[in-house]
């Protein structure tokens, strides 16, 4: 079964929240991360790549 936008929003979300309280970072920081307006520091991209069982290729090389 696909998701729905919401379903993915509030997973998106879910996600924000989630390395913002682990990397204990702002809450701005970490949506700048998801926009793109600025990148986390390379410590920070392996922290998120485990922490959301994510290959860190994916993190670096998302071009969608």
């Known amino acids: ?3 729905t936008a919401y379903e993915m929003q509030r ?3 879910g996600s ?3 390395v913002r309280d682990r990397l204990k970072v702002n ?3 970490v949506s700048k991360w998801c926009t793109n307006t600025s990148q986390p520091p390379l410590e920070s ?3 998120i790549s485990k922490l959301l069982n ?3 290729k994916e993190l670096i090389n998302n071009y969608e």
Do not use: A, G
Request: net charge neutral; hydrophobic share 40%; with cysteine.
């Open 1 to 3: 079964k696909q998701k």
């Open 45 to 47: 991209i392996i922290s």
């Open 11 to 13: 997973s998106l979300v």
């Open 54 to 56: 994510v290959d860190i």
């Open 16 to 18: 924000e929240m989630c």
């Open 27 to 29: 809450p701005s920081t």
